[in-house]
């Protein structure tokens, strides 16, 4: 009996060691498998992951080349921008050179607004003339030069500057048709025709004897204001003024009036007489060769 009890413990050990042995395989087996199909998933994620890093890797590329893209841009811009600011300090510059003019002439014209201004000057009437030529009488060839001096200053009323590049040949026209050319030095038309008036007419005539006199002194291209010295030679400007002031200054001074006569005082007198016999201000305004009535009217 204890035998068989020993026999069939054994036997049952034996069935015990082999299920278990079987079990065991079995379980590794299927280990196995799981370890396959997980290294399989690994190998998918792993090509996956590949994948992702290639695709990163494209982009990277793509962002470097935009980068310089960007660089290069920016560098264009900047460039852009310095030639910008480089025209935009030559417009400042000349911008503030047309304000420094600008301001300067505002200056100009304020400084001229409050300006001293001259005394009133008195016109050249016919009794102020005959005083004047009566103070220069003399034979000599300097106060015959000023008388002509004065006799035009007076039918004409140009300036001054403008007797001193008359030459005989206008001078004849004068005295044969009533009317003179004069060449403009000041701003205004480049030349103009001055009309003797009623009074220069008669003025004319009694200065007859000093006109034959140049007239046999000089042809007709001389001009009429020369130096005894040098015949050929155009006169002056000092010269002419200062025999001129200096008659006008010993007449005014023995007026009882006193009246305050310069050189432009001749001017006054013709453009009053002009107007007189006219009557036509625009005329008279050609003819004295103003640039505005205003001038004329004034």
């Known amino acids: 009996m204890k035998l068989e009890l020993e026999n069939s413990k054994n ?28 290294e399989e998933r690994y190998k998918k994620i792993l ?3 590949g994948i992702l890093v290639e695709g990163q890797k494209v ?21 852009l921008n310095r030639e910008v600011n480089q025209q935009l300090e030559i417009v ?9 003019e600008r301001e300067k002439k505002i200056e100009r014209r304020e400084k001229w607004a409050k300006r001293k201004r001259l005394p009133k000057r008195d016109p050249i009437n016919s009794e102020t003339y005959n005083l004047l030529i009566k103070e220069s ?9 000023t008388r002509i001096a004065l006799c035009l200053l007076t039918v004409t009323g140009v300036r001054i500057s403008e007797l ?27 030349n103009h025709k001055a009309f003797l008036t009623r009074e220069g007419k008669k003025l004319i005539k009694t200065r007859e004897k000093d006109f034959e006199l140049l007239f046999l002194m000089k042809n007709k ?3 009429v204001f020369t130096s005894d010295r040098k015949p050929y030679q155009m006169l002056r400007r000092e010269t002419i003024t200062m025999n001129v002031n200096k008659v006008m200054h010993s007449v005014s001074k023995n007026l009882p009036d006193k009246p305050n006569i310069t050189s432009y005082s ?3 007198g013709y453009i009053s007489q002009l107007w007189r016999d006219t009557k036509d201000i625009e005329f008279v305004r050609q003819t004295i060769g103003h640039r505005s009535l205003n001038s004329t009217s004034g």
């Open 11 to 38: 036997v049952v050990f034996s069935e015990t060691e082999k299920i278990s042995k079987n079990d065991l395989i079995k379980i590794k087996n299927q280990f196995k498998l799981k370890d396959e199909s997980n």
């Open 47 to 49: 090509d996956s992951l």
């Open 59 to 79: 982009t990277q590329t793509d962002l470097q080349l935009g980068l310089i893209g960007l660089a290069k841009q920016n560098s264009e811009l900047l460039d």
């Open 92 to 100: 400042v510059s000349e911008f503030n050179v047309i304000k420094k």
């Open 137 to 145: 009488e003399s034979p000599s060839y300097i106060a015959t030069r």
């Open 164 to 190: 001193l590049p008359l030459k005989v040949g206008q001078l004849k026209t004068l005295l044969e048709d009533g009317w003179i050319s004069i060449d403009r030095l000041k701003k205004g038309p480049g």
């Open 221 to 223: 291209d001389s001009y």
């Open 266 to 268: 001749f001017r006054i």
